[in-house]
């Protein structure tokens, strides 16, 4: 997958993997600086001290000293994979995208070379993206996003005993903190998912649990579609 060419107003499917493979969180306090850099990384404003500053504070802190808030792009969905990161994302200013990209992608860098002592980039490259220009395909990456990918981390079987277990796997999926998954269950609320469009398509959680389910038992998805 490479970069497609898109316009402000499109939707992109962004994808980042570690460098040779290598995982890009190594325990919980890795994952969760990556919510926190999807929520400081998303705006004109940037503060480079902005982990000492909110330090101590709720999850999404943002002192009053700063500038109003502006994000750069709309993130509707995410997953974070031990080794990648998947991103439904929408450019509402040009060059949106790729600047946040960017961003992300340095701060995560930046921070584990620090922590673990260590050289060169996190990632391999820069970001992957596919342009995403019908609704109908638009409704399969978000499954394939926040549902065939958390699915893969079940534990009990990965995606194929999820497949098996549906119900049990997406009470287990609804709950992983590292997706945006549970934002369109209503089990979670999140100061970094902006549903957008996809609010409009799947207009109750029950209406994108049974989507999500006729893809997964159906085989409906093709991996080779978003890779």
Avoid: C
């Amino acid at each position: 997958m490479r970069v497609e060419p898109f316009t402000v107003g499109s939707y992109v499917h962004a994808l980042k993997r570690g460098a040779r493979g290598m995982i890009i969180t190594n325990d919980e306090a890795d994952k969760w600086r990556f919510l926190r850099s999807l929520f400081y990384m998303n705006d004109d404003y940037f503060d480079p001290n902005w982990e000492r500053i909110t330090n101590g504070y709720e999850l999404y802190y943002r002192p009053d000293s700063w500038p109003e808030r502006k994000p750069i792009v709309k993130i509707a969905a995410f997953t974070l994979m031990p080794n990648h990161v998947h991103l439904l994302l929408k450019e509402i200013k040009k060059g949106g995208i790729s600047i946040f990209m960017q961003k992300l992608g340095q701060s995560m860098t930046n921070h584990f070379n620090e922590k673990y002592e260590q050289q060169g980039s996190l990632f391999q490259g820069s970001y992957k993206g596919k342009t995403i220009s019908e609704d109908t395909y638009l409704r399969y990456v978000a499954v394939y996003i926040m549902v065939k990918n958390v699915f893969e981390l079940y534990p009990k079987g990965g995606l194929r005993g999820a497949t098996k277990n549906f119900e049990d796997a997406w009470k287990w999926a609804e709950k992983y903190p590292f997706s945006s998954l549970g934002s369109y269950t209503e089990v979670t609320s999140s100061s970094i998912v902006d549903k957008d469009v996809l609010g409009e398509i799947y207009k109750t959680p029950h209406q994108f649990k049974v989507f999500a389910r006729d893809v997964i038992l159906g085989g409906k998805w093709l991996e080779s579609v978003f890779e």
